[in-house]
């Protein structure tokens, strides 16, 4: 299921950091000190790759699904 701007807002950290997943390989990164990182997962050569697109709340989920680009599964 895709995030919400209400999903993202009201995610609290938790001891371990945990992933919020969009589509097309986004997700949100909440670290333990209450950071939350935008990253996107990919495949490049068979390897599995992570790319950062910028931190919440500075780039909102808008932001982010621009950032990422055309998701595949659209």
Known sequence: MALTNT?????????????????????????PEGGKYWRLKYRFGGSEMKLA???YPE????????????SPTR
């Open 53 to 55: 697109l910028g931190v």
């Open 7 to 31: 999903t993202v807002k009201q995610t609290q950290p938790v001891v371990k950091p945990q992933k919020l997943f969009d589509d097309g390989g986004l997700y949100l990164c909440v670290t």
């Open 59 to 70: 780039v909102m989920l808008e932001t982010a699904r621009e950032r990422r680009g055309p």
